[in-house]
């Protein structure tokens, strides 16, 4: 640990030796952390390590046991979340709260109605509207009821709360949960922007890449007690992290790596889902799935992934298409019918989904259970032997069956509920998030037990935001935009980069579609958005003028070596370098978003009878069609101005 010098100006929070105790619970034990302006500083450790307690007392919504407390140079003691909103420190919660039958302006500026005076709503719109476009979303939410919006723009809305406060302390409990990295992009945008206004925030989250993105330095608390504060990210590795957090090395956090298989047939699907359709985001989705085989449904929020899973369990009118269960006809009613068909299910909000927390553990795992069964009488002393069994596969104590529901850690619930279909047997599990708001720890024992699901030959279909752990566990992949099924890979093809831009709604492609429109017509040839991985072109998109057979297209991923453009992915072409192959001219340019990561290639192909000299203005030409469509977030990565003064002198 490296304690920081009372005198460090640029200081603004310092808690030492932080105790709560919950009756006879000790949930902090001896916690310290300091805030400084203008970073970013991570809070993280396992579920139930005190994270979310001690972010509370910083914003005042809990009071400490003991320790010390000194927000900007004054030892403070804050009776109540009023009090830390006003002396600037705003948190947005992991369990958003929004009022959901206010509106988007009314849940924004919730603080302004607890203040005397005059409710100015002009000025509250006007702020409200300021800090939505901050975070690059449209002011028209404003109007909206804030209950039917989806999980991740409550989230977004939490987000806009602080901004609309002007906080000098802003904490970020679990805010990417349900986000794709789309989302979790436009976030890191808005962290640096506020970083940039000198505004000091904290980030607690599960996600390790996450943290090692966007932090500047790492506080973790295991059990109630800081292990290691005040360590800059530069200085660690995943693998810190982890042995910090878990007390113990994790090698594979997904317990083994999807194998390449085959999809399976029409004929030995378990569930066969065909043109399914359910307004208003579910347009038009087909995929299959077999016996012990683990598909994923991937898309940014909003492709009509939960949706797709809720239409299959009867939680939402099916309007289109069809659906066989081992080859019958199946219409998706009710959730009782779909329990009594084999089907489970994991919604991605366990409070408003799948917990009833009056109840203990035992009552709210036996739920489905006694939704299957048609006895009047309940049966709970009969499954002890099968909840012990299976509450030491999932690493719980057994003597937790009698608790409060809510007494238990958000991994922990999670584990509850996935056992609550486990004890029924299911042939087909639908998870929608499995993992949200879930530590390392915790998810790499929930890894092993859908693996384990799998193997004993349920069907096993996988909602997530999170693209790594897409496909790290699914055999598959569907792509999901604009609730449309868009492609069909095997997961061991793709990585978070591909599956990204495949992912990409098709509202937003159309801005590229319109760029390669422009190239196309310029050079009377075929303009495509790519991305090469591993030896494999992956095309986003493509304008041919004339047709060139070159090999490759939207829906199709072939080795670079079976397409037209051999030469053009050569390890020795250049950006920007014209090469011939056989009959056809091409050329390609990087292209990077506005943090410098890669957004795939853009590319240019003539027939080789054609004057080549406007592929030598390949970087300028893109570079202006970029500009003329307003696409501000990609660039081409090398100069262009510099790139054709370099050509011109050759």
């Avoid at 989302?183 to 925030?201: D, H, P, Y």
């Avoid at 096993?460 to 992949?477: H, K, P, Q």
């Avoid at 011939?580 to 050329?587: L, P, T, Y």
């Amino acid at each position: 640990m490296h304690p920081i010098p009372a005198d460090d100006s640029s200081v603004i929070a310092t808690l030492g030796d932080v105790t709560k105790r919950f009756g006879a619970v000790n949930a902090l034990s001896g916690c310290s952390v300091s805030l400084r302006r203008a970073e970013v500083h991570a809070l993280i450790g396992a579920n139930g390590a005190g994270k979310s307690t001690l972010s509370r007392i910083i914003a005042g919504h809990i009071p400490r046991t003991s320790g010390t407390y000194r927000f900007k140079g004054e030892a403070v003691d804050f009776a109540s979340p009023r009090e830390g909103l006003t002396a600037g420190i705003s948190i947005v919660m992991q369990e958003t709260s929004i009022a959901p039958d206010l509106s988007v302006l009314e849940n924004i500026a919730l603080a302004e109605f607890g203040t005397r005076g005059r409710t100015r709503w002009n000025r509250m719109r006007e702020k409200a509207a300021n800090a939505l476009v901050d975070i690059e979303q449209s002011p028209d939410l404003l109007h909206l009821r804030a209950g039917d919006l989806s999980i991740a723009q409550r989230q977004m809305i939490e987000i806009c709360k602080a901004l609309y406060n002007d906080s000098d302390v802003i904490i970020f409990d679990e805010p990417t949960a349900s986000f794709s990295p789309l989302e979790v992009e436009q976030l890191f945008a808005v962290m640096r922007l506020l970083r940039e206004r000198g505004k000091s925030l904290v980030f607690v989250s599960h996600r390790l890449e996450e943290i090692l993105e966007i932090t500047d330095r790492i506080t973790v608390i295991r059990d109630g007690r800081t292990v290691a504060t005040d360590i800059a990210t530069s200085s660690i590795t995943t693998r810190d992290l982890v042995r910090w957090m878990v007390g113990r090395d994790i090698e594979n956090v997904y317990e083994s790596a999807p194998q390449p298989q085959a999809s399976a047939s029409r004929e030995h699907a378990v569930l066969d889902v065909r043109h399914l359709a359910s307004a208003p985001l579910l347009r038009d989705l087909s995929f299959s799935v077999g016996r012990g085989e683990i598909v994923g449904l991937a898309g940014l929020v909003g492709a009509g992934r939960s949706e797709a899973l809720e239409s299959l369990f009867g939680l939402r009118k099916m309007q289109g298409g069809e659906v066989l269960l081992d080859g019958k006809p199946y219409r998706p009613e009710t959730p009782i019918k779909a329990i009594r068909a084999g089907m489970g299910f994991i919604g991605e909000d366990r409070r408003r989904q799948g917990l009833v927390p009056d109840l203990s553990v035992q009552e709210n795992l036996l739920l489905a259970r006694l939704g299957r069964r048609r006895a009047w009488f309940t049966d709970y002393g009969t499954q002890t032997s099968a909840i012990d069994a299976l509450f030491k596969d999932l690493d719980m104590p057994v003597h937790v069956r009698d608790v409060p529901m809510l007494s238990l850690s958000g991994g922990q619930q999670q584990k509850v509920l996935l056992a609550r279909w486990l004890m029924l047997s299911p042939s087909i599990l639908l998870l929608d998030e499995p993992t949200r708001g879930v530590d390392i720890g915790a998810r790499s024992t929930l890894y092993r037990i859908i693996r384990k699901v799998a193997a004993s030959g349920v069907a096993v279909v996988v909602v997530s935001s999170d693209f790594e752990e897409a496909l790290g566990l699914c055999d598959r992949i569907v792509v999901m935009s604009d609730g449309v099924s868009v492609a069909e890979v095997p997961s061991h093809m793709l990585d978070p980069a591909i599956l990204t831009m495949l992912s990409m709604p098709r509202s937003s492609a159309r801005q590229m579609k319109a760029v390669l429109d422009d190239i196309a017509r310029e050079i009377e040839g075929a303009a495509f958005w790519v991305q090469i991985e591993r030896g494999r072109v992956f095309c986003l998109d493509l304008v041919e003028r004339h047709a060139m057979q070159l090999g490759f297209a939207p829906t199709h991923f072939p080795m670079v070596e079976q397409t037209a453009l051999r030469a053009l992915w050569s390890a020795d072409t250049q950006d920007g370098q014209v090469v011939e192959d056989g009959a056809v001219r091409a050329v390609k340019l990087r292209l990077v978003n506005a943090s410098g990561h890669a957004f795939g290639e853009i590319g240019m192909s003539i027939p080789s009878n054609i004057d080549a000299a406007p592929l030598s203005r390949a970087a300028r030409i893109v570079a202006d069609a970029l500009a003329r469509h307003a696409i501000t977030h990609i660039r081409v990565a090398i100069d262009t101005y510099q790139h054709e003064e370099t050509l011109n002198e050759r």
